[in-house]
C-alpha cells in the first residue's frame, strides 16, 4: 500500500508486483520536512499504485500533477500520474489528467467537462538513471509543462473552465487506462511521497 503523506487518506493499492525501493531523488520531503525513505520501482509489466475515487482527487478549475521520476533503461518510461475521463469510444483515450513520458517525448494533458481536450506534446530526451521533477500546471485558462522547475512550453487552454471526470475511475500511478480494458504500464522508479 502507498500511504498518502498529504494527510488526505487517499491510499493507493499496489498492483501487480510493484515494490518499494531505497532509491531516492531527494533526501527531505520539501513540504513537510520528513526523511524520504524511498520509491516505487515500475518494471512495465502489470505494475501500478491505484488510488480509489473521491471528490478532492476531482478537483475542478486547476490541477497540478508534479512528480519526480527516473528511466531505468533505453525503453522506459510511462504515465507518471493521470485519470482516465470516460469509459469507451472516444472518451476512453482522453485523460481528465496525465503527466507522461514515453517514446522521447512529455506530455502534459486535461480534458475538460464538454470532452475538450488540450495537451501539450513536447520531445524530451531524459537520461537513464537520472531523477527528474516534472510538473504539469492548469489554470483554467494555460497549460504549463516544467522540467526540473523550469518551464518548457506553455499553452492556451480554456475550454469549459473546469475540468470533467468519470468518477468510477481511479487516478493511476504509474499507468495509463485507455477504458477498453488495456492498461499501459510504467517502468519507471518513481518517489514514494
Same mark, same amino acid.
Given at each position: 500500500?502507498?500511504?498518502? %503523506? %498529504?494527510? =488526505?487518506? =487517499? /491510499?493507493?493499492?499496489?498492483?501487480?508486483?510493484?515494490?518499494?525501493? &531505497?532509491?531516492?531523488?531527494?533526501?527531505?520531503?520539501?513540504?513537510?520536512?520528513?526523511? *524520504? *525513505?524511498?520509491?516505487?520501482?515500475?518494471?512495465?509489466?502489470?505494475?501500478?499504485?491505484?488510488?480509489?475515487?473521491?471528490?478532492?482527487?476531482?478537483?475542478? *478549475?486547476?490541477?497540478?500533477?508534479?512528480?519526480?521520476?527516473?528511466?531505468? %533503461?533505453?525503453?522506459?518510461?510511462?504515465?507518471?500520474?493521470?485519470?482516465?475521463?470516460?469509459?469507451?469510444?472516444?472518451? /476512453?483515450?482522453? =485523460?481528465?489528467?496525465?503527466?507522461?513520458? @514515453?517514446? &522521447?517525448?512529455?506530455?502534459?494533458?486535461?480534458?475538460?467537462?464538454?470532452?475538450?481536450?488540450?495537451?501539450?506534446?513536447?520531445?524530451?530526451?531524459?537520461?537513464?538513471?537520472?531523477?527528474? @521533477?516534472?510538473?504539469?500546471?492548469?489554470?483554467?485558462?494555460?497549460?504549463?509543462?516544467?522540467?526540473?522547475?523550469?518551464?518548457?512550453?506553455?499553452?492556451?487552454?480554456?475550454?469549459?473552465?473546469?475540468?470533467?471526470?468519470?468518477?468510477? =475511475?481511479?487516478?493511476?500511478?504509474?499507468?495509463?487506462?485507455?477504458?477498453?480494458?488495456?492498461?499501459?504500464?510504467? @517502468?519507471?522508479?518513481?518517489?514514494?511521497?
Amino acid at each position: 500500500m502507498a500511504l498518502d %503523506s %498529504s494527510g =488526505n487518506g =487517499n /491510499a493507493g493499492a499496489f498492483f501487480g508486483d510493484t515494490v518499494f525501493s &531505497g532509491d531516492t531523488p531527494v533526501a527531505v520531503i520539501r513540504e513537510t520536512g520528513t526523511l *524520504n *525513505n524511498g520509491s516505487i520501482f515500475l518494471d512495465g509489466v502489470l505494475d501500478a499504485v491505484v488510488v480509489p475515487d473521491v471528490p478532492v482527487l476531482r478537483p475542478l *478549475n486547476g490541477i497540478t500533477l508534479e512528480g519526480y521520476f527516473r528511466t531505468v %533503461s533505453v525503453d522506459g518510461g510511462g504515465a507518471i500520474v493521470g485519470r482516465q475521463y470516460g469509459a469507451s469510444g472516444i472518451d /476512453a483515450f482522453r =485523460n481528465s489528467f496525465a503527466l507522461v513520458i @514515453h517514446g &522521447g517525448f512529455f506530455t502534459f494533458g486535461v480534458t475538460d467537462s464538454a470532452g475538450q481536450s488540450g495537451t501539450i506534446v513536447l520531445p524530451y530526451s531524459a537520461t537513464v538513471g537520472q531523477w527528474y @521533477h516534472a510538473a504539469g500546471t492548469w489554470d483554467g485558462t494555460t497549460l504549463r509543462l516544467y522540467v526540473d522547475g523550469q518551464l518548457i512550453q506553455s499553452q492556451a487552454f480554456a475550454g469549459t473552465g473546469q475540468l470533467g471526470y468519470l468518477t468510477s =475511475n481511479p487516478v493511476l500511478i504509474g499507468a495509463d487506462d485507455d477504458g477498453l480494458g488495456t492498461v499501459s504500464y510504467t @517502468h519507471l522508479t518513481l518517489p514514494t511521497t
